[in-house]
């Protein structure tokens, strides 16, 4: 392939490049960020399409045990460009001007990668359409649905016009596939439609769902659709397409789609199980290993996973990392103590509360959902203390709940009450504005990450991926990633453990209680975990459990999956060469 040739356009509502260009919320624009990455690593033209909001995703205080929100301007000036192309669209019967901006990622092998942010600007007099890509997933008092169809608007629609633009104006060659990365993008196909057609619409376009969970797909009443979109529907029997009662954009996206896929084996069970008239194939997610591995494990791994030994680096395939029998264990605990001294320097300037450097500790940190359970462990707090030896492990948490999440921030205060209970007894601490380098402190200095979602509501799951790459195991119920994690001979999963039953392909539908995955909890934290991390050996031969399931759980695997079963392309065939 050249420059210009582009094999995939991949529409996002979130991405997350850098830390400090806020356009993501959470997992999603994390693995977004991550897959563009690695693909511009391996030197295979795929590239973005966002939204630029004017104000990034909200920076966390905590006030009285309660999270508050606070937005700062987002200047992204340093980051990017300002394109001289403008597209229109119509919402509302107004004609809404859509601008575009490029930002060129380079990853490890200086393929300067273009990534396109759009967003609503010069709408003359019409302050409310210059505010669609005010912030991520805005929602307003009294319409909800607006603010989140005109944005999906923007992405899917103004996004599809503006590549076809660049195109005719030499820049890119159009796209081979049209990526939906969630339903968010499902009006991609729509403009597609228009343009050639459905045979060919559908020929170009692929479908990625991450939500297992009925609510989390996108749904709109037909009323509102057709009053936003107006004239643009005509000749388009949408109910035909989305679902006859509302406009469901996960079954719009599929049906606009030639390949549709899940996140994780069994998320793609359950997606099927929802949508049972559609094939659904899965590809599970990873990490990209250059940004979630720590400075000292980038170090050791440089020293025994590059060229001396191999053809490659462990940067270049991260598939290396398998063979780390070969890394001395005193050498592995001497990396990982240094990472653990730093989140604990960390913790105590920021909170004052000084953590035992040779206390085991067990991080937690993700978004605030009500099925993630991050108040799981405080169910009774007699039982946790006794299943600590009486307060010989330290947790760790940080994390941030949606704006509109009441639930996710009643979580969030009972974790910082039950801390406060448990004070002279097991120190908890609550480490606020949980960003990607805090992510990185967390998941490279704790010694165990724990992970407790409510089967079967994790798709796929991240965060435990990246701790394996700093050598860090997990303690996890066993749904999304975690199901695919091969077990040792001793029946443990490698590089770890689970919490709670192993689930049955026919038990999809159950959910066992939430006590009796605390009590699983408790249990294995004191015969399993705690003996292990007392002796030297056993601790070791899980560190480096956990980091061969690093060698597998990263975005090279999984971009060159997509790239062969998502695509129908051959790797080498897609390259871009000098």
């Known amino acids: 392939m050249k420059h210009k040739d582009l094999l995939a356009a991949y529409f996002t509502m979130e991405v997350a490049i850098y830390p400090e260009l806020k356009t993501y919320s959470g997992g999603l624009g994390i693995l977004a960020g991550d897959y563009l990455k690695s693909a511009s690593d391996l030197r295979i033209p795929i590239s973005a399409v966002t939204l630029l909001y004017n104000y990034g995703f909200f920076d966390q205080q905590i006030v009285a045990m309660r999270q508050q929100e606070r937005y700062n301007r987002l200047d992204p000036i340093e980051y ?250 005193d050498e592995v605990w001497a990396a990982h103590q240094v990472a653990k001294r730093n989140l604990l320097e960390y913790i105590r300037k920021s909170t004052g509360e000084t953590l035992g450097e040779s206390t085991l500790t067990i991080g937690f940190a993700r978004r605030f959902a009500s099925y993630k359970r991050g108040d799981l462990i405080f169910t009774d707090l007699e039982r946790l203390v006794e299943a600590t030896g009486g307060g010989q492990v330290q947790f760790v948490f940080s994390g941030k709940a949606h704006p509109n999440d009441e639930t996710g921030k009643n979580i969030m205060t009972a974790v910082l009450k039950s801390a406060e209970k448990l004070k002279g007894r097991v120190k908890v601490v609550f480490l606020s504005n949980y960003e990607m380098d805090l992510g990185l402190l967390m998941t490279a200095g704790v010694d165990v990450w724990l992970n407790l979602p409510r089967r079967p509501w994790e798709a796929s799951g991240t965060s435990g991926m990246k701790a394996a790459h700093n050598g860090v195991p997990s303690f996890s119920t066993v749904d999304g990633w975690w199901d695919e994690v091969p077990r040792e001979a001793s029946g443990e999963r490698r590089g770890g453990w689970s919490i709670g039953r192993e689930p049955g392909e026919d038990e999809l539908g159950r959910r066992d209680s939430d006590w009796d995955d605390f009590e699983s909890f408790c249990l294995r934290l004191r015969d399993d975990v705690r003996p292990a991390f007392a002796d030297p050996k056993a601790w070791a031969r899980v560190m480096k459990g956990a980091i061969k399931n690093a060698s597998y759980f990263n975005t090279h695997r999984m971009v060159k999956e997509y790239v062969t079963r998502a695509y129908g392309e051959k790797l080498e065939d897609v390259v871009v060469k000098d």
Not at 95 to 113: D, H, L, S, W
Not at 145 to 170: F, N, P
Not at 215 to 224: L, P, Q, R
Request: glycine content about 8%.
């Open 80 to 329: 990017m460009t300002t394109l001289p192309h403008t597209v229109n669209i119509e919402i509302e019967g107004r004609e809404v001007k859509v601008g575009c901006a490029r930002m060129y990622y380079i990853g490890n092998t200086n393929f300067p990668q273009p990534q396109y942010f759009l967003f609503t600007k010069g709408n003359e007099g019409r302050p409310w359409d210059d505010e669609i890509t005010d912030r991520l997933y805005k929602k307003g008092d009294n319409d909800q649905d607006y603010w989140r169809i005109a944005q999906e608007q923007v992405l899917g629609i103004a996004g599809t016009k503006m590549l076809h633009l660049l195109a005719e104006s030499g820049e890119i060659e159009l796209p081979r596939n049209y990526h939906l990365n969630e339903g968010h993008a499902a009006f991609v196909p729509l403009e597609l439609m228009k343009r050639y057609g459905l045979a060919a619409a559908k020929a170009s376009t692929v479908f990625t769902t991450h939500t297992p969970v009925e609510a989390g797909h996108d749904m709109f009443d037909y009323t509102k659709v057709k009053g936003m979109l107006g004239r643009y529907l005509d000749g388009i029997d949408l109910p035909s397409l989305g679902g006859r009662d509302r406009l469901n954009m996960t079954r719009l996206a599929l049906n606009l789609s030639h390949y549709a896929n899940a996140v994780s084996k069994r998320h793609g069970i359950v997606s099927s199980g929802m949508f049972p008239d559609y094939k659904i194939d899965s590809i599970t997610n990873g990490v990209h290993s250059r940004t979630w591995t720590s400075k000292v494990w980038k170090k050791l791994y440089d020293e025994y996973f590059n060229g001396l030994y191999y053809n490659t680096n462990w940067r270049a395939d991260p598939s290396l990392l398998a063979d780390v029998d070969r890394i001395p264990d």
